[in-house]
């Protein structure tokens, strides 16, 4: 019995897997590797062939596109603006600099989450037999580059406040672990436990939530269908028998688990002002 | 590459899991096993012990009542009610001894729906290490019993006309392949291909239509929270290191998956008187 779903993380990759994490987050231009990436890459040959059969379709200027129709969207209609947390961290001796360190993580994470959320729904649709038709006559961007990596908390080795914090967003949000947001916010525990107080808990799960997350969604999934052409056949490539079922239920919990994630996110930025 | 997802089937069974298959099906009253267990299945030694986790928990009345708190809740809210289909199947030729045998098959279906998205709810809030605290006192109910087994067209040698319905239903869904329930509807693809026409293409995956899927997804967790006590432990035994995703991912896409289907043969009912 394994106590937490297995990942590797960028340091623990081989070079392979790890020049492939690096091409991956200078495609998209992202500050870090997915979790769900990390877990999918836990498949054995699975991530290379999906990676190179997608990558084509996401480095077009329609790709960048769907990422920004994804951002435009995450705000939680019809629920009040999360209140500032800047005056409670103030008491607590919060500086201009930390803030400003908080906001900058957080837009990393608000930059690259919808990315992520094109970057599954592409491969939720291949795996499931609905890659794109394919717009042809697009060609690709220059090479995005990759921004500086985030530290995240490794949950492995978190302090008790932490691990309590992950616990409690995991079972307000019914997630199965910390994402790399969360990981990436633990960085500064009296942040993530004023965000879980003020600006998540009050609309975390309720009807105008989940509303959102489905619009998310749709518009990821309607964005895909107009991408170039995914090479179907390299998504669906698989070694075990039971692989397909596995990287099909996993790739339809992260699509559902990013929405979230970017959700979150972009209302703890408000949070900061 | 596998074209489709594995399962296993009851003929396929061996002799320890199609007693498993017999006994899920009369503990929980219900006329087929459904898609996801069949799946669940490929994973080596993983459903034994997962439901030998929650069966205790399923036997109590409580479990029952929450069967029928989903099913209560499973029209689509201010969606108007479906056109009956029933003179345009008569107009087919149906007569009453065939629009009975299909109302008999859709009862049973909406039966069994609303146990199986307990039963899965059960598993997935265990697996991510939530099982329900624990509601001491209660004891079993006598055993259900299983009603006779409903047939199935097999997508894999489904004709022409039923593997395109079947197509059709995934795309409109974004689901990964036919439920139990449209392997249950193919015997009569001429109500099918009216149920997508005229029932179900209207509404499905509109907004009114994923607002009551997390109804009852929410109504789902509410009542497995309050059953008692869940083996968290067995339902969390795996095999394989990457099995512990595995199973995490198709818990949660069989969850919503369910929530879907049990919407859809509830709307197909009504249409036919």
Redesign the interface.
Known sequence: ??D???EIRREEADAALGALYDDLRATLGVGWVAYACR?LA??DGWLPAAWAGVRPALSVPAAREAADAVRARARVAGAPAPPSLVPALRERGWDDARLDAARGALDALNHGNPWYLVLVTAWA?A????GPAGADGATSEAPRGAPPELFMVDPASASPEVTALFERS??LH???GPSSDYRVLAAWPDLLGLALDEVLEPVV?G?AY??TA?ELL?CA?ERVAALPAIDV?AV???ER??????????????Q?FICDVTIDMIRVRDALG
């Open positions: 019995m394994s937490r779903i297995e877990v836990t498949f649709e795996i499931q037999g609905r995991g079972r019914f997630h199965h799960r009807p989940d509303a489905r749709v999934r056949a669906r490539v698989v028998p039971t692989d397909l079922a596995a990287l099909t239920g996993l790739l339809f919990m992260y559902r």
